[in-house]
């Protein structure tokens, strides 16, 4: 079973396979699969339940996946219209209208040039704020109550009874990088070196949400494990800072993760050789870097050798490779990866970023087969 295999792999053992893991943590691609459009899935209504993901199984069935309810309601009240090649939505209320911007993924006003669905990571705030501010803007957490712990349950229900086969996890973002997509990446940087405490501020106060709110939701929800996301880390700020100021709260969400009963995981994005000896302390169950890019080089047999035989790792294959259409270095990259870090078992095979529109699901469905053909452990 899909998630006995997981499981196992995190323990550091050898399944009958290797495990697949769908990196897919966004609308970008997966929208190919259900038959809708992309804003659709990205910006309808809520959806139901778990369609949009049990569409995803159905042609990919990844062993390990991220149960995600698509829809961020922002086309609710609107009218879609659909005209020489250009899609205009229509706020009935007001009559006010905004274009799909292909490119940016994003609704643009027509009467503005400004992203009316911009990314919250994309946004710059532009000052330093002073704690008061923050307080204002940040709240401290409410405490969960017997409503949202049941409504969790019920998340969980939907989710075995759609996935239930499958070893599910939910993300959350590492308090460094939280603080980062809060200020805006050169406002964040501004503050690091201006206004350390001020950043600290701001990233107690993430982890408080957190610890008060997202691990114990987890754990109501049934989900196997906790996804950290710490997206800036070697290439983004001295080996001293993130030392101070992104380890401790890795080490802090690890161990509430546990402490609920979850497992742990984490992904680190730029390059992260400098810092994988400090997160060999973290004692976390598994642990994904990027793929190579921007001229570091994230080699998954290095990581291997820095965290040793036992612990999990989840492949870094470089899923730009699936837009050459070539099943033969698709193989060669399978293998390099299973021949690096995955012969002795403690491995999920995965890519290292996110796949793009481009992407023929065909090449993916050729990676997972790849992925089985070449990655059994008991022949």
Same mark, same amino acid.
């Given at each position: 079973?899909?998630?006995?295999?997981?499981?196992?792999?995190?323990?550091?053992? $050898?399944?009958?396979?290797?495990?697949?893991?769908? *990196?897919?943590?966004?609308?970008? =691609?997966?929208?190919?699969?259900?038959?809708?459009?992309?804003?659709?899935?990205?910006?309808?209504?809520?959806?139901?339940? =778990? @369609?949009?993901?049990?569409?995803?199984?159905?042609?990919?069935?990844?062993?390990?996946?991220?149960?995600?309810?698509?829809?961020?309601?922002?086309?609710?009240?609107?009218?879609?219209?659909?005209?020489? @090649?250009?899609?205009?939505?229509?706020?009935?209320?007001? @009559?006010?209208?905004?274009?799909?911007?292909?490119?940016?993924?994003?609704? !643009?006003?027509?009467?503005?040039?400004? @992203?009316?669905? /911009?990314? /919250?990571?994309?946004?710059?705030?532009?000052?330093?704020?002073?704690?008061?501010?923050?307080?204002?803007?940040?709240?401290?957490?409410?405490?969960?109550?017997?409503?949202? /712990?049941?409504?969790?349950?019920?998340?969980?229900?939907?989710?075995?009874?759609?996935?239930?086969?499958?070893?599910?996890?939910?993300?959350? *973002?590492?308090?460094?990088?939280?603080?980062?997509?809060?200020?805006?990446?050169?406002?964040? $940087?501004?503050?690091?070196?201006?206004?350390?405490?001020?950043?600290?501020?701001?990233?107690?106060?993430?982890?408080?949400?957190?610890?008060?709110?997202?691990?114990?939701? $987890?754990?109501?929800?049934?989900?196997?494990?906790?996804?950290?996301?710490?997206?800036?880390?070697?290439?983004? #700020?001295?080996?001293?800072?993130?030392?101070?100021?992104?380890?401790?709260?890795?080490?802090?969400?690890?161990?509430?993760?546990?402490?609920?009963?979850?497992?742990?995981?984490?992904? /680190?994005? &730029?390059?992260?050789?400098?810092?994988?000896?400090?997160? #060999?302390?973290? *004692? !976390?169950?598994?642990?994904?870097?990027?793929?190579?890019?921007?001229?570091?080089?994230?080699?998954?047999?290095?990581?291997?050798?820095?965290?040793?035989?036992?612990?999990?790792?989840?492949?870094?294959?470089?899923?730009?490779?699936?837009?050459? &259409?070539?099943?033969?270095?698709?193989?060669?990259?399978?293998?390099?990866?299973?021949?690096?870090?995955?012969?002795?078992?403690?491995?999920?095979?995965?890519?290292?970023?996110?796949?793009?529109?481009?992407?023929?699901?065909? $090449?993916?469905?050729?990676?997972?087969?790849?992925?089985?053909?070449?990655?059994?452990?008991?022949?």
């Amino acid at each position: 079973m899909p998630k006995e295999r997981v499981m196992v792999a995190l323990a550091g053992g $050898m399944p009958d396979v290797v495990p697949v893991y769908g *990196n897919l943590w966004g609308p970008d =691609y997966i929208w190919k699969l259900t038959g809708k459009r992309f804003w659709e899935v990205a910006n309808g209504p809520l959806e139901p339940d =778990y @369609g949009v993901i049990s569409a995803v199984q159905r042609r990919h069935s990844f062993d390990m996946i991220e149960p995600r309810r698509y829809g961020d309601g922002w086309l609710v009240g609107k009218d879609v219209e659909e005209n020489k @090649g250009m899609v205009i939505a229509t706020e009935r209320a007001t @009559g006010r209208q905004f274009r799909f911007d292909y490119k940016g993924k994003r609704w !643009v006003g027509l009467d503005s040039s400004e @992203g009316e669905t /911009l990314p /919250l990571h994309q946004r710059e705030r532009g000052y330093i704020p002073e704690k008061d501010e923050v307080d204002h803007l940040l709240a401290p957490p409410v405490k969960l109550i017997s409503a949202d /712990l049941e409504k969790a349950r019920f998340e969980g229900e939907l989710i075995r009874k759609q996935l239930g086969k499958y070893f599910t996890f939910l993300w959350a *973002n590492a308090p460094f990088t939280s603080t980062i997509y809060w200020l805006g990446f050169a406002t964040a $940087m501004r503050t690091l070196m201006r206004a350390p405490e001020i950043f600290k501020y701001i990233e107690d106060r993430f982890l408080s949400y957190e610890l008060t709110r997202t691990v114990p939701l $987890m754990e109501a929800t049934g989900i196997d494990a906790g996804f950290l996301c710490e997206c800036y880390t070697g290439d983004t #700020v001295s080996i001293d800072k993130y030392r101070k100021l992104a380890l401790p709260y890795q080490s802090k969400l690890v161990l509430a993760l546990h402490e609920h009963g979850l497992k742990s995981m984490l992904w /680190l994005l &730029g390059y992260t050789v400098p810092v994988l000896l400090d997160t #060999v302390k973290l *004692n !976390v169950g598994a642990v994904q870097v990027e793929q190579s890019r921007k001229g570091f080089v994230n080699d998954i047999g290095k990581v291997r050798q820095i965290f040793g035989p036992e612990q999990c790792l989840i492949g870094n294959f470089d899923e730009a490779i699936f837009l050459t &259409g070539n099943r033969r270095l698709i193989e060669k990259a399978v293998l390099a990866q299973l021949d690096a870090a995955g012969r002795e078992g403690g491995f999920i095979m995965s890519w290292g970023g996110q796949l793009c529109d481009d992407t023929d699901p065909a $090449m993916v469905d050729f990676f997972i087969k790849a992925s089985r053909r070449y990655g059994r452990y008991h022949q």
